[in-house]
């Protein structure tokens, strides 16, 4: 036994194989022959195992750079030869005027013999995996698929001066202009495989794909040509929503193509492209197309083509703000004319009316003729109609807010501001405000849903917190309150509490601590009137007595007959005294009732002083007419009145009458409110009294008679008191409600400068101005005047004093 290949440590080694060295140039043949077979669509002939052992076995054998480069230079030649077989042909038949079909025909070649190499690289790399995994490692070189990539780009698009390149590029845009301008259906996969590629194959000098170092660049500039042309077409011959839906057209285009073909990266150049050419450049002209522009969408309401316009514009900042603008004077724009309607409630009484201006054609007056706006009826239909055309042009932009703009803010902004404005506009807006929430507590809701009740309420709340003088809608709304609950005017207790729950989110309690006063008021004197009920003090009356008890630092000044009473008194003079100078008459029983209730309030409240408002009171009489008795619903004035002529019947002077001086005399009602009452018992629609002579004028000489022959169809009958409606005051009451606002006014800016001090000590003039202001914008815009001359005469009262070495500086003193 040999022992030759035995170790010292009994380890025998495997016996040497001596294998004959393959020639390296054959077994590279073998791979280029693969190579070729793999482009023929051979590949199934191939044994794949074979060939990576060859080329294994030539990078083990250190013929790798040989390997690397033979395959190379085949691809190289392989790729020459598709080139000019297949590819120039197809570039000499495009020529200078290209058609739709040759382009296509040149991208289809290229995109199939792109799609063959990568689909051969990919079988190649898989033969050569070895050598990615040695020698590309070592070498430092590009991978086998990388450089079959480099050696497609080199030798098929950049080749003989990168014309195949170009008129690929050329092809391309082409088909997308074609498609753009004709709406041309164009080979969309064709153009999406191109585009892959180019987007694949790397530019050898700025590392970036060749999509965005040649393509991107002409696509962009050929598209901002495109849409500059376009958009010149169609602002001279579209309207707004036209332009707008065919410029959202062209952005989801664009979108389409990005999508379909193109690459993402192109698409917010592309959309960026399309928005300046066609929106930016031309923000103002299309929203101010004649007749067909923005203020005839919001006219029209055209809510769909206002959203494509906000989507167009949302994006440009510069746009929008013109969109806004547009927005913002087309309310104003509306304000006017709605202002315009009620310019003459400002003015005196005209000359003419409108009704008597119109009676030239008498077809024209339609039986829903406008109302008279020299009357004061008229005029208070007017200011109704005003606070419900802002609220209604409220409701409109709010929904066109909503749903054409996506509630966006800003614009949100512009459109509150414009209501401020608009509403602000007109000096009697607290006024009129508060009579149109009169008007729909009294009638206004009592045919809507609760729906419908609690959008009135939102909506009259949103309008007062427009309002910048919010102590006179404060004034307005407790006088116009006071009546409603006083007289039961009001449809809804729960209404009344939700709007005082409103206006309270909206300035605070301290605001509506007198109206919630108001409200406690009533429920206290409900209970007052429950008791005395139950216990049966007004059953020898004769009649039924509900008297309200009302605080007067939460009630309004209503009536200027007050008459007081702090104790019990027998005494007739004492009578007169207590009622205050109203007169009542012996016939009735009412002095007898207030005096039992004086007595009753008085032993339960000691120290407390009874003030009666006569004017604010109403009754329910039943009235003979012969046979015929009618109830009427009247107002304690005239009650009085009306008592006197049973008093009259009584005296057999029925025939004399009584005269306007005389019925003062015998009642001491006041003389305006005593013209006012006649007026409405014997000129009004129902004539319960006849008046000599026959005219709305009250003078002293006129007589009245009782109108023994009254007939009406209804057994229950209000008459109203024209003063008692809730109506536009005339400008005597306006300067009368202007002077308690104002002296309202000065309370609250001593007040709240006395705030500011106490907690300063030390202010200057300036900051104190300022920081007043501040304190009191909730309420009312005060003027640094006004703020000026209650630090005046707060310095009088001693509250504050200037300092020796500043003028300018104010101190406290406590």
Not at 33 to 38: M, N, V
Not at 454 to 481: C, G, I, N, S, V
Request: aromatic share 8%.
């Amino acid at each position: 036994m040999s022992f030759a290949n035995k170790r010292p440590g009994g380890r025998i080694l495997p016996a040497r194989r001596l294998t004959q060295q393959a020639d390296p140039e054959k077994q590279f043949e073998k791979i280029e022959q693969a190579i070729s077979e793999i482009y023929n669509h051979n590949s199934s002939q191939l044994s794949f195992e074979e060939l990576y052992r060859t080329a294994y076995g030539l990078v083990l054998s250190k013929n790798g750079p040989m390997l690397y480069g033979g395959v190379k230079q085949v691809l190289e030649m392989h790729l020459q030869e598709c080139m000019h077989r297949d590819i120039l042909k197809r570039i000499q038949l495009t020529g200078s005027r290209p058609s739709v079909a040759q382009c296509d025909a040149l991208l289809s070649s290229v995109r199939i013999l792109w799609s063959e190499h990568v689909t051969a690289m990919l079988m190649i790399k898989d033969v050569l995996m070895y050598v990615d995994k040695v020698y590309v490692k070592t070498a430092q070189v590009p991978t086998i698929y990388e450089m079959g990539m480099c050696v497609f780009r080199d030798q098929v698009l950049l080749a003989a001066d990168r014309r195949l390149n170009s008129e690929v590029i050329n092809a391309i845009m082409f088909l997308i202009s074609q498609e753009r301008k004709f709406a041309t259906e164009i080979n969309r996969g064709t153009l999406h495989g191109v585009v892959n590629m180019m987007i694949e194959l790397q530019d050898p000098n700025r590392l970036r794909p060749l999509y965005d170092v040649y393509l991107e660049p002409r696509l962009f500039a050929e598209t901002s040509e495109h849409y500059r042309e376009v958009a010149q077409f169609r602002i001279s011959n579209m309207g707004a929503p036209e332009y707008g839906r065919a410029a959202k057209a062209d952005l989801e285009a664009e979108a389409m193509r990005t999508k379909e073909y193109l690459a993402a990266s192109s698409s917010a150049g592309l959309n960026s492209i399309v928005l300046e050419k066609l929106v930016s450049a031309y923000a103002q002209d299309i929203l101010y197309i004649r007749g067909s522009g923005l203020v005839q969408m919001l006219d029209q309401r055209d809510i769909t083509s206002l959203g494509i316009i906000y989507k167009l514009y949302e994006t440009l900042p510069e746009a929008l703000k013109i969109l806004k603008k547009g927005v913002y004077d087309h309310i104003l724009s509306f304000g006017k004319s709605i202002q315009a309607s009620v310019g003459t409630i400002a003015a005196g009484p005209a000359t003419g009316s409108i009704a008597s201006s119109t009676n030239e054609d008498d077809n024209s007056a339609s039986k829903a003729a406008p109302p008279d706006a020299s009357s004061v009826a008229g005029k208070t239909i007017i200011a109704l109609r005003w606070v419900q055309e802002i609220l209604s042009l409220y409701d409109i932009f709010d929904e066109i807010l909503k749903e054409a703009f996506a509630d966006n803010q800003k614009i949100r902004y512009d459109i509150k501001d414009a209501f401020v404005r608009i509403i602000n506009a007109n000096s009697r807006a607290p006024e009129l405000l508060s009579l149109f929430i009169d008007d729909n507590m009294k009638n206004g809701l009592r045919r809507k849903t609760e729906h419908e009740v609690d959008h009135t309420l939102e909506r009259t709340a949103l309008m007062f917190r427009f309002l910048k003088d919010k102590d006179a809608f404060e004034h307005y709304y407790k006088l116009h309150l006071a009546k409603r609950l006083l007289f039961g005017r009001s449809i809804s207790d729960d209404a009344e509490q939700s709007l005082v729950s409103k206006l309270k989110v909206e300035c605070g309690s301290q605001f509506t601590l007198k109206l919630e006063g108001m409200f406690k008021d009533m429920q206290l004197s409900g209970d007052i009137n429950r008791e005395l009920r139950e216990s049966g003090m007004f059953s020898s009356l004769g009649f039924d007595m509900n008297v309200s008890v009302l605080t007067p630092t939460f009630w309004p000044t209503m009536g200027p007959s007050v008459a007081s009473s702090e104790g019990s008194g027998n005494s007739q003079s004492k009578d007169h005294a207590a009622s205050g100078g109203i007169i009542i008459p012996s016939t009735a029983n009412v002095s007898k009732g207030i005096e039992a209730f004086s007595a009753y309030y008085l032993k339960y409240h000691s120290g407390r002083r009874l003030a009666w408002q006569y004017a604010m009171g109403n009754a329910d009489l039943k009235v003979h007419f012969g046979s015929r008795t009618h109830e009427f619903n009247v107002s304690t004035y005239q009650m009085l009145i009306l008592l006197l002529f049973t008093e009259e019947d009584d005296d057999d002077t029925s025939s004399r009458g009584l005269t306007t001086a005389q019925i003062q005399e015998k009642t001491h009602i006041p003389k305006e409110s005593l013209a006012r009452h006649l007026q409405s018992l014997a000129c009004g629609k129902y004539k319960v009294l006849t008046k000599q002579p026959m005219s709305r004028e009250i003078n002293p000489e006129d007589v009245f008679r009782f109108n023994k022959g009254f007939r009406a169809p209804q057994y229950r009958i209000r008459l109203p008191v024209a003063s008692a409606r809730s109506s536009v005051e005339t400008e005597k009451e306006k300067e009368a409600s202007q002077a308690a606002i104002g002296r309202e006014r000065q309370y609250l800016i001593e007040a709240a400068v006395v705030r500011i001090m106490k907690t300063r000590r030390q202010m200057l003039h300036e900051q104190l101005v300022g920081e007043a202001v501040d304190q009191l914008s909730s309420r009312f815009m005060a003027s640094p005047k006004m703020i000026k001359n209650g630090i005046e005469k707060l310095i009088d009262r001693e509250y504050l004093q200037r300092s020796p070495d500043d003028p300018r500086l104010y101190i406290y003193l406590a």
